[in-house]
């Protein structure tokens, strides 16, 4: 036995441990995006006017990401979603959220905090004619011990809402239709 063996043995698990944790990476984006379409194709079941995953002008020289858009006859959902297992506690005066799970605890800037920025963006890009409702859509099995701000919702409650909207008896109004085209044509996927 040389004295070179521990080296390569050495540099061998280096190179073992680098490539477990590229492929980690690599299959948590997968399972990341695999969730994203199936709730992409859940929304497209509801309406054919949604889209997800796009990049829109902010208005002010910069970019602004959208998880999700929906149209609906009553207004367009800005649907941010965020995937979390525990406890969330979060109101509109927090700087963050935070979040409680058996094993850790973890904080998130509070969404709310992005409204102006969101809603200027797209007040930007198609005026005032449309509505415009932020809605925060929490994945996974979160729990809300001191209650839940406006606009945050459970999957199923989040459909339901988008149920009652598109009644098959309000119709889209047209200029909203082309509003819409004009959005998507602004924006870009990332």
């Known amino acids: 036995m040389s004295i070179a063996t521990p080296v390569w043995i050495g540099l061998g698990s280096g190179i073992g441990v680098v490539l477990l944790a590229w492929m980690g990476i690599r299959l948590g984006r997968a399972w990341a995006g695999y969730r994203a379409r199936r709730l992409h194709r859940a929304f497209l079941k509801l309406t054919p006017w949604v889209v997800n995953n796009r990049i829109l002008p902010d208005g002010l020289g910069g970019w602004i990401h959208a998880d999700f858009l929906v149209l609906t006859p009553c207004a367009l959902h800005?649907?941010?979603?965020?995937?979390?297992?525990?406890?969330?506690?979060?109101?509109?005066?927090?700087?963050?959220?935070?979040?409680?799970?058996?094993?850790?605890?973890?904080?998130?800037?509070?969404?709310?905090?992005?409204?102006?920025?969101?809603?200027?963006?797209?007040?930007?890009?198609?005026?005032?004619?449309?509505?415009?409702?932020?809605?925060?859509?929490?994945?996974?099995?979160?729990?809300?011990?001191?209650?839940?701000?406006?606009?945050?919702?459970?999957?199923?409650?989040?459909?339901?809402?988008?149920?009652?909207?598109?009644?098959?008896?309000?119709?889209?109004?047209?200029?909203?239709?082309?509003?819409?085209?004009?959005?998507?044509?602004?924006?870009?996927?990332?």
Do not use: Y
Request: negative net charge.
């Open 78 to 190: 800005w649907i941010s979603v965020f995937q979390v297992e525990g406890s969330v506690f979060g109101s509109h005066n927090m700087a963050e959220w935070t979040v409680l799970d058996s094993q850790k605890r973890w904080t998130f800037p509070n969404p709310l905090l992005a409204i102006p920025q969101k809603s200027g963006a797209l007040h930007a890009l198609i005026g005032d004619t449309i509505p415009i409702v932020m809605d925060w859509l929490f994945l996974g099995d979160p729990a809300f011990p001191k209650g839940r701000v406006e606009g945050v919702w459970l999957l199923d409650e989040c459909f339901e809402r988008l149920k009652r909207e598109l009644d098959p008896s309000r119709p889209l109004p047209e200029a909203w239709q082309d509003l819409w085209k004009h959005l998507l044509t602004v924006s870009a996927e990332p």
